[in-house]
């Protein structure tokens, strides 16, 4: 898996994660800076959220160092965020700054997942 960064990979998912985190935590939060983003990942986090500001926290990722099978790799994502029925993470964007599509995955999320 040559130019596969695992720190860029955690930090453009954790971003991407809660870029759609529920936005009364936004208040509390602080903007992630964007210099040290790649800039293709940039472009794909202003495609998903505009204007909006991606945040830093509240997301945990487990993924292996080297994956045996770069085309299958376990990923493991936790948070702190409530899922309550009136406030909750609707979806998860997984990106990978060095994959020929960077967007990897989507995933959409209810408040039953708990």
């Known amino acids: 898996m040559s130019g596969f960064s695992r720190r860029l990979f955690l930090q453009a998912s954790g971003l991407a994660f809660l870029g759609l985190a529920v936005r009364r935590l936004a208040a509390l939060a602080r903007p992630r800076p964007w210099a040290d983003v790649p800039w293709k990942v940039q472009q794909v986090l202003k495609r998903l ?65 708990g």
Do not use: C, W
Not at 96 to 104: A, F, M, Y
């Open 49 to 113: 959220f505009g204007d909006r500001p991606v945040l830093d926290g509240h997301v945990q990722l487990d993924v292996p160092t080297v994956a045996a099978d770069g085309r299958v790799v376990p990923v493991m994502i936790e948070s702190d965020l409530p899922m309550a029925a009136d406030r909750y993470v609707k979806a998860v964007h997984l990106l990978v700054d060095n994959n020929p599509d960077i967007h990897l995955a989507e995933f959409r999320l209810t408040p039953q997942i």
